[in-house]
C-alpha cells in the first residue's frame, strides 16, 4: 500500500498557518480543526515549517505571559521531512518512527498534496494485514479452488 492509497481515503485537505501568527492563533486553529499538526506557510504561499499540538504546549507552558505575541515562526520545525505519493507505506512507518514524527506532508513535483499521520499509517497496516490474514484463512479452509 501506498501514501497516495491513504490521501484517496482520508483527502488531501492541509490545515496551514502563517509564519506570522502567534502561539495564540495556532491554538485556536489546532481546536477548531482537531488536527495534531499545521503546516506553516511564508507570504509566498510556500512551505517553510511545521508545527505540532506539543510545540504549542510547550510554548505555552514557557511562554504563556506573552502567547499572543510569540510567533509561529519563532518555534516551528524548519527541517521538515516529506513523502511522496508513491512511498510504499512500510518505508514510511520506518522514517516516521526512527525520526520520531507524527505527521507527514506529501509533496509531489513541487506541490503539496496531503499530510498523513502516523495514526493514518497504522490504520491502513492493520487493514492491510487483516485482509491477507482472512485470505490465507480462507485458502487454508479450501474456500478457494486449485
Keep these: 500500500m501506498k501514501i497516495k492509497d491513504v490521501l484517496a481515503a482520508k483527502g488531501s485537505d492541509v490545515i496551514t498557518i ?7 492563533e495556532a491554538m485556536g486553529i489546532f481546536a477548531a480543526h482537531r488536527v495534531g499538526s499545521l503546516l506553516v ?11 505540532a499540538a ?3 504546549l510547550m510554548q505555552v507552558l514557557h511562554n504563556y505571559e506573552k502567547i499572543k505575541e510569540v510567533k509561529v515562526e519563532e518555534f516551528m ?20 518512527t526512527e525520526n520520531r514524527i507524527r505527521h507527514l506532508p506529501v509533496i509531489d513535483e513541487s506541490e503539496l498534496a496531503g499530510i498523513i499521520s502516523i495514526g ?27
Aim: aromatic content about 8%.
Design 18 to 24: 502563517d509564519h506570522k501568527k502567534s502561539v495564540f
Design 41 to 51: 506557510l511564508n507570504n509566498q504561499k510556500q512551505i517553510v515549517g511545521i508545527i
Design 54 to 56: 506539543r510545540d504549542v
Design 77 to 96: 520545525t524548519k527541517d521538515i521531512i516529506v513523502g511522496k505519493s508513491d512511498d510504499e507505506l512500510e518505508y514510511v512507518e520506518a522514517v516516521m
Design 120 to 146: 493514518d499509517v497504522v490504520k491502513a497496516r492493520l487493514k492491510e494485514v487483516d485482509v491477507e490474514n482472512r485470505y490465507l484463512k480462507d485458502f487454508i479452509i479450501g474456500k478457494y479452488p486449485g
